[in-house]
């Protein structure tokens, strides 16, 4: 999840494309915003650089984002929103189906699906781009949600469950962060480091 850097001044939304050629338009507006910041990061980040890597004309950029903030909030919410699905994934599970083991893995495989997708992106847009309070706030819901859902999954099979959950979620986002997201490297293959962290969190639960 983004690490909740300070936040920008107040940002008017993108204007809703509503024809195929207007969405397509702001698709590749989105997808060229992406490759910059990816690549480049915040400090490269401006809507002359999207329209010349999307080959629009800085005209097509402003009719649908008031500015690169607009840009960044649409990739944010997206971003997030792959959270939100692995959390709805998640309450749909009944708990009395699940072993220990399947909850620990559920929940790494969860983690390592947010991070492995475009962890370039993600690194970016975890520790650059200033985030808005509403996106601040969703932030905080996911991660308030994904605790709740854990802790009502431990209940009754592990002690002090809502602490656990939270340890858990923290220790499991940290992680997945430092070994896909980072640049330093990992310190073996990804599913080496998959095993550990199922291991560790693992024996955690037995404490």
């Keep these: 999840m983004p690490r909740q850097t ?4 107040a940002r008017k939304p993108a204007r809703r494309a509503v024809q195929a050629r207007s ?4 698709e590749v507006i989105l997808e060229a915003a992406a490759r910059i910041l990816a690549a480049d990061g915040w400090a490269a980040f401006n809507t002359n650089a999207v329209a ?4 629009v004309s800085i005209g097509s950029v402003y009719e649908y984002f008031a500015n690169k903030e607009a840009i960044l909030d649409v990739l944010l919410d997206r971003h997030l929103a792959s959270g939100e699905a692995q959390i709805a994934g998640l309450a749909g599970i009944a708990s ?4 220990l083991d399947e909850i620990v893995r559920l929940l790494v495989e969860g983690f390592i699906a947010v991070h492995q997708d475009n962890p370039k992106l993600h690194r970016v847009l975890s520790a650059e ?3 808005s309070d509403r996106q601040r706030d969703r932030i905080n819901h996911i991660r308030s949600r994904a605790i709740a859902l854990l802790a009502d999954l431990l209940n009754g099979r592990a002690a002090r469950p ?3 959950a939270a340890m858990m979620i923290d220790a499991a986002d940290a992680l997945t962060h430092r070994w896909f997201v980072d640049e ?4 073996a293959r990804p599913d080496e ?5 199922r291991q560790m969190l693992r024996s955690y639960l037995t404490q």
């Design 6 to 9: 300070a936040a920008s001044p």
């Design 23 to 26: 969405r397509n338009t702001v």
């Design 52 to 55: 010349r890597i999307a080959g």
């Design 96 to 99: 009395d189906a699940l072993s």
């Design 129 to 131: 781009v200033p985030i």
């Design 162 to 164: 809502q602490l656990k």
């Design 184 to 187: 330093q490297g990992v310190p």
């Design 193 to 197: 480091m998959t095993q550990e962290l």
